[in-house]
């Protein structure tokens, strides 16, 4: 993605009780409204790439996928504020452009383009970025209209994974980086806001690490949100436990490279 936007902290919530368009439309528009509204990040002239998720060729009534309505909806957002929206995904399954559009039928993403105008991406050229300050990558490859978008909007399917427990905004957009992980040795570190709930966040990363075949470590870094910040690190016992972690890391890698 080219430039960069700040980050907010501000989650919005809204409940919407089905998947009728005039619905999602309202709900979404009432949310981002909330935000500043979506001109706030979208401006015109833009290529903003929305990013469902669509694992398989599976309609939108069996619930596997990204509602083609929540999708709609933004695409029409998105050029009301003069920008182009075009739909990527990279879906599990044959890498041809014949099984990229039984997907985008299958899901409704090619009903969406036809009532929006937005563009549905057939391109699976790929590219690669370096990432020279990265300690396990240096590099990763992404779909080339991901990388030349000005904004990625992720729109993600909340549902039930098999190994992370839970498919969400994270898992998402992990999808795109494709077998960047594979055979790497990882680490796992996680910042929450209760010490009972140190589990929850090593269920999902262990099993999103194991689901792209890396060799994880044995040892788990969990840190409260008033433990550490962006400067400093305020809990010595913290700062102990990822020094061991470390170690433990290199210690692995050199046996693995021997």
């Given at each position: 993605?080219?430039?960069?936007?700040?980050?907010?902290?501000?989650?919005?919530?809204?409940?919407?009780?089905?998947?009728?368009?005039e619905?999602?439309?309202?709900?979404?528009?009432?949310?981002?409204?909330?935000?500043?509204g979506?001109?706030?990040?979208?401006?015109?002239?833009?290529?903003?790439?929305?990013?469902?998720?669509?694992?398989?060729r599976?309609?939108?009534?069996?619930?596997?996928?990204?509602?083609?309505?929540?999708?709609?909806?933004?695409a029409?957002?998105?050029q009301?504020?003069?920008?182009?929206?075009?739909?990527?995904?990279?879906?599990?399954?044959?890498?041809?452009?014949?099984?990229?559009?039984?997907?985008?039928?299958?899901?409704?993403?090619?009903?969406?383009?036809?009532?929006?105008?937005?563009?549905?991406?057939?391109?699976?050229?790929?590219?690669?970025?370096?990432?020279?300050?990265?300690?396990?990558?240096?590099?990763?490859?992404?779909?080339?209209?991901?990388?030349?978008?000005?904004?990625?909007?992720?729109?993600?399917?909340l549902?039930?994974?098999?190994?992370?427990?839970?498919?969400?905004?994270?898992?998402?957009?992990?999808?795109?980086?494709?077998?960047?992980?594979?055979?790497?040795?990882?680490?796992?570190?996680?910042?929450?806001?209760?010490?009972?709930?140190?589990?929850a966040?090593?269920?999902f990363?262990?099993?999103?690490?194991?689901?792209?075949?890396?060799?994880?470590?044995?040892?788990?870094?969990?840190?409260?949100?008033?433990?550490?910040?962006?400067?400093?690190?305020?809990?010595?016992?913290?700062?102990?436990?990822?020094?061991?972690?470390?170690?433990?890391?290199?210690e692995?890698?050199?046996?693995?490279?021997?």
């Open positions: 993605m080219k430039g960069g936007l700040a980050l907010s902290d501000a989650v919005v919530i809204e409940k919407c009780d089905n998947y009728d368009i619905n999602v439309r309202e709900r979404i528009k009432e949310g981002l409204q909330l935000l500043g979506i001109e706030k990040w979208v401006k015109p002239g833009m290529t903003v790439v929305l990013k469902p998720n669509l694992l398989t599976k309609s939108p009534e069996q619930a596997v996928t990204t509602h083609p309505h929540i999708v709609q909806a933004v029409e957002l998105i009301k504020a003069g920008a182009k929206a075009v739909i990527v995904d990279s879906p599990g399954g044959p890498d041809s452009k014949a099984y990229l559009r039984s997907v985008y039928k299958t899901t409704g993403m090619e009903e969406v383009a036809g009532k929006t105008g937005a563009i549905v991406s057939y391109n699976p050229q790929k590219v690669e970025l370096k990432f020279e300050g990265g300690s396990q990558f240096r590099k990763f490859t992404l779909l080339k209209t991901i990388v030349e978008a000005d904004l990625v909007i992720n729109l993600p399917k549902k039930t994974h098999g190994l992370t427990l839970i498919s969400c905004a994270v898992k998402n957009l992990y999808d795109l980086t494709g077998s960047a992980w594979e055979g790497k040795l990882v680490g796992l570190m996680a910042v929450g806001g209760g010490r009972a709930s140190y589990m966040p090593m269920n990363l262990n099993g999103l690490m194991l689901n792209a075949r890396c060799l994880v470590i044995p040892r788990y870094v969990y840190a409260l949100e008033k433990e550490i910040d962006q400067e400093t690190l305020k809990s010595e016992e913290v700062k102990q436990r990822i020094e061991q972690l470390v170690k433990t890391t290199i692995m890698a050199e046996r693995l490279i021997i």
